[in-house]
């Protein structure tokens, strides 16, 4: 009983981490049909926000709640003024620019920040579950995650800006038509999935430490969900972390972790191949 | 059955629950060239493009001399005979005029065959000046005849235009007027247009479009005096100049 | 007019070829061979590239999956077979196979563009973990073991045919390097400028058009992936028995990342500037590892590669989008288009 209740907050776990860095991208991809090969960059960017003011004597939370997603949030929309901005409508361009721009962070913070490992005890301590430990950490970022879904889709669907993003998302010559700031638009669109990212990657910090090339970690899973997720912002990450969580959950119960992660790359081809367009291309069009 | 070129059975496209074609039953001979007439949103065009093979019907089925060609694989209808000309102009843009048509012409000749049907198109459409010419660099009536060209080079034995004349001046429209004029024994054409002036100069028979379903089929001088296709154009004035 | 310029320009790159061939070892240190070798290898596997994507319009992040295939594929047979000559097929054949059936699961599933980019990548990523995990002796094919995250060493290099006790030395290798490179450059040439070619390039201008001229676009682009397969693998064979060593980071995402940084900067639509691209982006690497010089200027220790790719990548997309080797022939063409007028 108390296995089954470790194995449900297990595989919950590997859907939540997977939708938490998922995210970020999705926004951007979703919304601005840009691809960001900077996405885990911006999560290990998010993780030294973190790490850093906490040596010197921050407020763990106070720095992954706040400090990680504003600093990150305000260099997204550094990038995109000077990458992203002049390459529109240039996918392949884009990719490569947002490559180059992960390259030169990962430079950068080699450079100044040399190796750091941290984070090996996550705060909040662990709970007993039967026979079991659980770290209640676990249960922050499952739920962190939830509430983080939750408010973008609020934040999307009522609030002014989610209206203007959407509509400039949907018909950007009908809102500048309309009189919208689409530049301005843009900028906060992605400095939002900048600092949604930053604020993964400051809450996975004291779970997985932070290194300079700890984004090749994120990069490649978070990319495939928001992929097979298609290009409806939430629905797809959370349909497609869900798919892809599960599987890679419940196979590296059965097996080892690295078939758990092949599995999990084999059922997002096996899905492309199945909808070419994302989970979402088909089935939730022009919603979020 | 023998000399229908062409022919659909309760051909319909549904877009949600939206019939943009209705059960339609068309046929054409052997050598017989017919415009699809109608109002914008009449189906014609979604109509045309089951045929062509760019979207899959919703029911019923496509004929081609006999055979059943419904959904089939767009390179086999080529293999077939049917020559499409789209109606946002296919063309390779990166490529010379010269190297467009002799693909075209490439696939089901000889090299030798090729060159001379490559020679000949160049000639009747008066492209021979621009051959060498990048088709991205041409004037939208000198594109529009370069896929013309190239529906050509194929030898078609039936024939579908869809807009051919877009975008044209009236000394282009005109010239494809005598180009199809040329034409129209040696094959079965079917063209779409909005221009009545284009469709008066060319068509024998018409077949009218309205809501997805046939309105009439008949010869161009009664079509013209209709009162119900009249009444169906009202307020969409039909005829078009780029 | 332009097919003459390039019929001049490929006389003058085979004569030139030739001569390096035979004059090289003669000329310069050892070391300088073996590093040109690598390059030559390296350019082998980025004109697979640039034929695949510049040509068959396939973005193919697997080119480096496909280069790691044909290593690991000749390391197996050659510790096996002992002789050369059948494990080089294998390393050239075994891609092509997975090439083919990767190929024919996403060009006859009609994936769009960026996604068969991301299931390429994919792919690169799954054997890259399936690889790393075969660390234990458990896992081996016939005599060799995979070795997992620490690869394959000792690897016997190509030796000539038939005769294995005649192995290669350093201006051996690099006569085959240069020899591979230029066969493969004017194989592409030729294959380009045939019928097959030139409908490759129709299809990538206009698949549907190419199509509704009767052509099965599937088919030929799933012929251009296998065969820039077979050149990627081929690249892997030189390159293991170069280094008498195959490792699993071939696999892994930051090499695939290099192969489409080389095209980029040669200009994609080229083979001269994969050659281009490669070579400087490789020398500026490994120059920046080495400098001392440079950092100091600066005031650090050291200048970290990664760094000055990144910004290099940047500054070429938004600046010379279209690579060096396109930009230069359009400024010299319009430097002859001023002098004549």
Redesign the interface.
């Known amino acids: 009983m108390d296995y089954a209740a470790i194995f449900v907050i297990q595989v919950a776990y590997a859907i939540a981490s997977l939708a938490l860095i998922s995210v970020g991208l999705a926004v951007i991809y979703g919304m601005m049909r840009v691809?960001n090969f900077a996405h885990g960059e911006f999560l290990m960017l998010g993780g030294y926000a973190v790490i850093l003011p906490v040596q010197a004597g921050v407020n763990v939370w106070f720095a992954m709640l706040v400090i990680a997603p504003l600093a990150v949030g305000l260099f997204g929309v550094v990038v995109e003024r000077i990458?992203i901005r002049?390459?529109y409508g240039?996918?392949?361009?884009t990719v490569?620019?947002t490559?180059?721009?992960?390259?030169?962070?990962?430079?950068?913070a080699?450079?100044a920040l040399g190796y750091y490992q941290e984070g090996s005890k996550p705060p909040l301590g662990s709970v007993v579950i039967g026979a079991y430990r659980e770290s209640v950490y676990t249960f922050f970022v499952i739920g962190i995650t939830a509430a983080i879904m939750l408010a973008l889709y609020v934040g999307l669907k009522r609030t002014r800006f989610g209206l203007l993003a959407r509509g400039t998302m949907q018909n950007s010559a009908m809102a500048a038509g309309l009189g919208v700031d689409t530049g301005k638009v843009y900028a906060a669109t992605f400095g939002l999935g900048a600092a949604l990212s930053g604020l993964a990657g400051g809450i996975l910090a004291p779970i997985s430490g932070v290194v300079p090339v700890i984004g090749?970690t994120y990069?490649?899973k978070a990319?495939?969900t928001v992929?097979s997720g298609g290009a409806t912002v939430l629905a797809g990450t959370a349909s497609a972390a869900t798919l892809l969580g599960a599987v890679n959950q419940v196979v590296t119960f059965l097996s080892?972790p690295?078939v758990g992660?092949?599995a999990l790359?084999?059922a997002?081809?096996i899905l492309?191949?199945l909808l070419?367009?994302g989970i979402t291309g088909r089935l939730f069009r022009g919603g979020i | 059955m023998s000399g229908q070129i062409l022919e659909t059975r309760g051909l319909s496209k549904r877009f949600g629950g939206v019939p943009a074609v209705d059960g339609v039953d068309f046929r054409l001979a052997e050598g017989e060239l017919r415009c699809l007439i109608g109002p914008n949103g009449a189906g014609k065009s979604t109509f045309f493009k089951m045929i062509t093979g760019q979207l899959r019907p919703s029911g019923g089925r496509v004929l081609f001399r006999g055979e059943d060609v419904t959904g089939e694989e767009r390179h086999l209808l080529a293999k077939r005979g049917i020559g499409i000309k789209t109606q946002v102009p296919s063309l390779f843009d990166g490529i010379s005029v010269r190297e467009s048509l002799y693909l075209a012409a490439r696939r089901f000749h000889s090299p030798r065959e090729a060159l001379r049907i490559v020679d000949g198109i160049l000639a009747e459409t008066g492209l021979h000046a621009v051959a060498e010419r990048r088709v991205g660099e041409l004037a939208h009536g000198q594109r529009q005849w370069v896929e013309l060209g190239m529906v050509l080079a194929r030898e078609p034995l039936l024939m579908l235009l869809d807009e051919p004349t877009a975008g044209m001046t009236p000394d282009e429209t005109a010239h494809t007027a005598a180009l199809i004029g040329k034409l129209r024994q040696q094959r079965a054409i079917i063209v779409v247009e909005h221009d009545m002036q284009f469709v008066r100069m060319i068509a024998e028979g018409v077949t009218v479009f309205h809501q997805g379903r046939i309105l009439m089929e008949a010869p161009i001088s009664e079509v013209l005096g209709d009162p119900r296709v009249r009444e169906v154009y009202l307020g969409a004035h039909s005829e078009r100049h780029a | 007019m332009s097919n003459r310029a390039s019929s001049a320009g490929g006389i003058v790159i085979a004569a030139l070829g030739v001569a390096a061939l035979i004059g090289v070892p003669y000329v310069v240190e050892l070391f300088t061979l073996v590093d040109v070798a690598v390059y030559c290898i390296l350019s082998i596997l980025a004109l697979s590239l640039a034929f695949v994507w510049g040509y068959a319009g396939i973005l193919s992040f697997g080119q480096s999956a496909f280069f790691g295939l044909g290593g690991y594929a000749y390391a197996m047979a050659v510790i096996n077979l002992g002789e050369s000559t059948v494990p080089v097929l294998a390393g050239i054949l075994v891609p092509m196979i997975f090439a083919a059936l990767l190929g024919y699961f996403m060009i006859y599933g009609r994936v769009s563009d960026v996604y068969l980019a991301v299931i390429t990548l994919t792919v690169s990523l799954i054997l890259y973990h399936l690889i790393n995990s075969t660390s234990g002796p458990e896992y081996t094919i016939g005599r060799a073991r995979l070795g997992g995250h620490n690869g394959v060493p000792g690897l016997p290099p190509i030796n000539v045919p038939g005769n294995a006790s005649a192995p290669l030395d350093y201006a051996d290798t690099f006569r085959l390097s240069l020899g591979a490179l230029l066969l493969v450059y004017f194989t592409l040439r030729a294959v380009i400028a045939s019928r097959f070619g030139r409908v490759l390039v129709a299809i990538r201008e206009n698949e549907l058009r190419a199509e509704l001229l009767g052509y099965d676009s599937r088919r030929y682009k799933l012929m251009a992936f296998t065969l820039g397969a077979g050149i990627a693998g081929f690249a892997g064979v030189l390159f293991a028995s170069w280094g008498s060593f195959i490792g699993p980071s071939v696999f892994g995402i930051a090499f695939a990342a290099q192969v489409i940084v080389w095209i980029l900067v040669g200009g994609l639509g080229t083979l001269g500037g994969a050659v281009v691209g490669t070579v400087l982006i490789q020398y500026l690497t490994t120059w920046l590892g080495q400098t001392k010089a440079l950092p100091a200027m600066l005031g650090l220790s050291k200048i970290d590669p990664s760094l000055v790719l990144g910004i290099v990548l940047i500054l070429f997309v938004l600046l010379v989008p279209s690579g060096i080797l396109p930009t230069l022939r359009k400024l010299l063409r319009s430097r002859q288009a001023a002098a004549s007028a």
């Open positions: 691809i990458v002049p390459l240039r996918v392949i361009d490569l620019a490559w180059g721009l992960s390259l030169l962070l990962i430079g950068l080699s450079a090749a990069i490649a990319f495939i992929i080892t690295v992660e092949v790359l084999a997002a081809i492309l191949r070419p367009a």
